[in-house]
């Protein structure tokens, strides 16, 4: 089955940058649109980014734009969440997720948890003021 190991949280003052990374086993990678969320205590999972496939596309959640970046490398079946000018509001447990592409000719992020079908367990962030 297809497994997903978020690595590379940890605590970070703010202003400060991390790197997550997501490790996918027992399925082709090259064939996953991957998305990235999020979950602070009391509150909703809620959506961060997301890369196409291949690469070419990425999405973001307006909360996180322009500071976090989704890459991915189909050769090494990893993709990245690369977090820069931490905020403490960014303090969560951080998810990655993965769906079957559709090769449709248009890219359409997905933003929904619904829309993933394989999650990682889950890495902590705790970015201190």
């Known amino acids: 089955q297809v497994q997903l190991v978020e690595s590379g949280g940890g605590l970070v003052q703010a202003g400060r940058s991390l790197r997550l990374s997501c490790d996918v086993s027992?399925?082709?990678?090259?064939?996953?649109?991957m998305g990235w969320f999020r979950q602070a205590p009391g509150k909703e999972r809620e959506f961060v980014g997301a890369?196409?496939?291949?690469?070419?596309?990425?999405y973001y959640g307006d909360s996180v734009k322009g500071r976090f970046t989704c890459s991915r490398d189909n050769a090494k079946n990893t993709a990245h969440l690369e977090m820069n000018n931490l905020k403490p509001g960014d303090t969560a447990v951080y998810y990655c997720?993965?769906?079957?592409?559709?090769?449709?000719?248009?890219?359409?992020?997905?933003?929904?948890?619904?829309?993933?079908?394989?999650w990682g367990q889950g890495t902590q962030v705790i970015v201190s003021s």
């Open positions: 027992g399925g082709t990678f090259s064939d996953y649109d």
């Open positions: 890369i196409s496939y291949d690469g070419e596309n990425t």
């Open positions: 997720a993965g769906a079957q592409a559709e090769w449709s000719g248009d890219y359409y992020p997905k933003v929904f948890q619904w829309e993933y079908n394989y």
